[in-house]
């Protein structure tokens, strides 16, 4: 009889450890979702580079300084913080807070539009924007993330 109630026992227990180890939950690792556009260009993006009159002056051999930092506020919207400067006096050469920019990709390039233009574009790690100084000379600020 002990031995009927041994084997039963270990039978009890047999099934409880199948049906516990068939319980395994069998979750499947699901990729990770994209970023928005925004979480993918928010950043400090440091001034690299300016262009102007068909020359390019790297940001070492220039008189200028600064950073541009671009801040999510919705998954198609950023804020912008320009803050380029000259070195030798910090004089503000493109200071600027900008609100409400969207956000519009183009294959590997995000555009930036502010009240209906396009003032910079994104492409990988650069952050390029066109201005105009107060003489009327058209440029080109790069800035790299």
Excluded: H, W
Aim: glycine share 6%; aromatic share 6%; proline share 3%.
């Amino acid at each position: 009889m002990k031995n009927l109630s041994v084997i039963k026992n270990l039978a009890v227990l047999l099934l409880l450890c199948i049906s516990i180890s068939s319980c395994k939950e069998n979750k499947e690792e699901q990729p990770a979702p994209a970023p928005d556009l925004a979480t993918k260009v928010q950043g400090i993006y440091t001034f690299y580079e300016l262009e102007f009159d068909g020359k390019v002056v790297p940001a070492d051999e220039s008189n200028l300084k600064g950073d541009i930092r671009i801040t999510k506020k919705t998954d198609t919207t950023v804020d912008a913080k320009l803050d380029i400067r000259t070195k030798n006096n910090n004089e503000e050469f493109m200071v600027y807070d900008v609100t409400d920019i969207k956000l519009k990709e183009f294959g590997n390039t995000v555009e930036l539009v502010y009240e209906g233009e396009t003032v910079a574009k994104i492409s990988g790690k650069r952050l390029i924007v066109n201005g105009t100084d107060e003489t009327g000379t058209d440029f080109t600020i790069t800035a790299t993330r």
